[in-house]
C-alpha cells in the first residue's frame, strides 16, 4: 500500500509540474503575442508619423521657396520704387535750382 501511496503521490507531483509547465508556457506565449502585437502596433505608428512628417517637411521646404520668391520680389519692387523716388526728387531738385537761380536774377534785378 505504500508503494501505491508513493506512486500516486509521484504520479500527482509530475501532474503539478505539467500543470505549472502548462501554465507557464501560456503566460510566456501570451507575454510574446502582447510584444509581437505592440511591436506592430509600434510599427504602424511610426510608419505614420514618419509619413505625417514628411508631408508637413515638403509642405515647409514649398512655404520656404514661395516667401524667398515672395521676399525677393517684394524686395525688388520697393528697389523699383526707391529709384523712381529718386529720380522724382532729383527732377524736384533740378526744378527748385532753376527757380531759385530766377528768383536771384530778379531779386538783383530789383535792387539795380
Do not use: P, W
Not at 78 to 93: A, C, G, H, N, T
Request: glycine share 2%; hydrophobic share 35%.
Amino acid at each position: 500500500m505504500e508503494t501505491f501511496k508513493n506512486s500516486l503521490e509521484i504520479i500527482a507531483l509530475l501532474i503539478g509540474f505539467g500543470g505549472v509547465i502548462y501554465h507557464i508556457a501560456t503566460i510566456k506565449s501570451n507575454i510574446y503575442r502582447t510584444i509581437d502585437t505592440t511591436c506592430d502596433f509600434a510599427n504602424q505608428k511610426i510608419n505614420k508619423l514618419e509619413k505625417q512628417l514628411e508631408l508637413h517637411l515638403s509642405e515647409y521646404k514649398q512655404q520656404v521657396v514661395f516667401n524667398k520668391e515672395r521676399s525677393d520680389y517684394l524686395h525688388q519692387d520697393i528697389d523699383e520704387k526707391f529709384q523712381r523716388l529718386y529720380e522724382i526728387l532729383d527732377s524736384y531738385r533740378e526744378i527748385y535750382k532753376q527757380l531759385d537761380f530766377k528768383k536771384d536774377k530778379i531779386d538783383n534785378e530789383d535792387r539795380a
